[in-house]
């Protein structure tokens, strides 16, 4: 059975945190969750779209987020794992500059909050160019890092692809010589200076508009790290425009997404990216590829 889901799609990759990780679990009673917004909200006081009423989107233990505004003009994200706060914060500081993702507005560091655009409008999925449209917005992503400011590029200088390159592989990748293959790979394509960012949170719900502009945006980038590469966002697509019902067979998502890499200055070959993509296989203990290198 093919994966139905990005999750899905990942098995054999994915680890499982151990229970009881979360030291300080957030209330999840939308009443509880609506109190801990209220405080955090103002630590973002001095911002105009801070204001209004607040209505809660989701109360998790991980996370508490609320639209703020009538009509909602922010998005307010209070995180429970301080990890996971400066975890958003370095991919906004990474990708944030990308026209696809919402801006961010505000942070505060003593709530773990974020202040961000609020994207209401949803992604029409019917017209015929929309996988192709979502593919070239989750490209789009896996680019920006080639744009980023001096100051910027240098603090993330440890991420470059030449550098991971050199070092040992990561406690987490299973065959070190298959992951330096696919950094090799995906240096070709990118550069040796690149930040190799990945692990976009793709649902078919998280594809949104800003309103009066058809261009795709991109939810939700608080699983995006700058170590894992744009090659497992790749393999989550076939999931995820299935789960659309937009249904693709592998071989098309795939130079969808060569294609969408080209026009934002990578130099991905098909047989480079059907080389990469079964080397991070290999590297990862992915279950499958959902014949995106076929």
Same mark, same amino acid.
């Given at each position: 059975?093919?994966?139905?889901?990005?999750? #899905?799609?990942? =098995?054999?990759?994915?680890?499982?945190?151990?229970?009881?990780?979360?030291?300080?679990?957030?209330?999840?009673?939308?009443?509880?969750?609506?109190?801990? *917004?209220?405080?955090?909200?103002?630590?973002?006081?001095?911002?105009?779209?801070?204001? /209004?009423?607040? #209505?809660?989107?989701?109360?998790?233990?991980?996370?508490?987020?609320?639209?703020? /505004?009538?009509?909602?003009?922010?998005?307010?994200?209070?995180?429970?794992?301080?990890?996971?706060?400066?975890?958003?914060?370095?991919?906004?500081?990474?990708?944030? =500059?990308?026209?696809?993702?919402?801006?961010?507005?505000?942070?505060? !560091?003593?709530?773990?909050? *974020?202040?961000?655009?609020?994207?209401?409008?949803?992604?029409?999925?019917?017209?015929?160019?929309?996988?192709?449209?979502?593919?070239?917005?989750?490209?789009?992503? =896996?680019?920006?890092?080639?744009?980023?400011?001096?100051?910027?590029?240098?603090?993330?200088?440890?991420?470059?692809?030449? +550098?991971?390159?050199?070092?040992?592989?990561?406690?987490?990748?299973?065959?070190?010589?298959?992951?330096?293959?696919? *950094?090799?790979?995906?240096?070709?394509?990118?550069?040796? #200076?690149?930040?190799?960012?990945?692990? *976009?949170?793709?649902?078919? #719900?998280?594809?949104?508009?800003?309103?009066?502009?058809?261009?795709?945006?991109?939810? !939700?980038?608080?699983?995006?790290?700058?170590?894992?590469?744009?090659?497992?966002?790749?393999?989550?697509?076939?999931?995820?425009?299935?789960?659309?019902? +937009?249904?693709?067979?592998?071989?098309?998502?795939?130079?969808?997404?060569?294609?969408?890499?080209? +026009?934002? /200055?990578?130099?991905?070959?098909?047989?480079?990216?059907?080389?990469?993509?079964?080397?991070?296989?290999?590297?990862?203990?992915?279950?499958?590829?959902?014949?995106?290198?076929?």
């Amino acid at each position: 059975m093919r994966p139905a889901t990005a999750a #899905e799609a990942l =098995h054999g990759l994915i680890r499982v945190r151990p229970h009881g990780w979360l030291a300080s679990p957030l209330p999840t009673s939308p009443a509880a969750a609506a109190e801990r *917004l209220h405080q955090a909200r103002r630590d973002h006081a001095g911002h105009p779209a801070a204001g /209004g009423p607040l #209505e809660v989107l989701a109360a998790r233990a991980t996370a508490a987020v609320a639209a703020l /505004g009538t009509p909602p003009t922010a998005v307010l994200k209070v995180h429970a794992d301080a990890d996971a706060y400066n975890a958003e914060l370095l991919a906004y500081a990474v990708v944030g =500059h990308c026209r696809v993702l919402p801006r961010l507005l505000g942070a505060a !560091d003593a709530s773990r909050s *974020l202040l961000l655009e609020h994207l209401d409008d949803p992604f029409d999925w019917a017209p015929a160019d929309a996988p192709a449209a979502f593919v070239e917005a989750v490209a789009a992503v =896996h680019a920006a890092p080639a744009h980023l400011d001096a100051a910027d590029a240098e603090a993330l200088a440890p991420f470059r692809l030449d +550098r991971l390159t050199a070092a040992p592989a990561p406690a987490w990748i299973r065959d070190p010589d298959a992951w330096h293959t696919a *950094l090799t790979l995906c240096t070709r394509a990118y550069g040796p #200076e690149h930040v190799p960012v990945g692990h *976009l949170d793709l649902k078919p #719900e998280h594809a949104r508009h800003r309103a009066g502009d058809s261009a795709v945006c991109l939810i !939700d980038i608080e699983t995006l790290r700058p170590d894992v590469t744009g090659l497992i966002d790749l393999i989550t697509l076939p999931a995820v425009l299935r789960q659309a019902g +937009r249904a693709m067979p592998g071989p098309v998502v795939r130079e969808l997404y060569r294609a969408a890499t080209a +026009r934002h /200055g990578a130099r991905w070959t098909t047989p480079d990216l059907r080389a990469a993509l079964i080397a991070y296989q290999r590297a990862t203990g992915l279950a499958t590829l959902c014949g995106l290198a076929d």
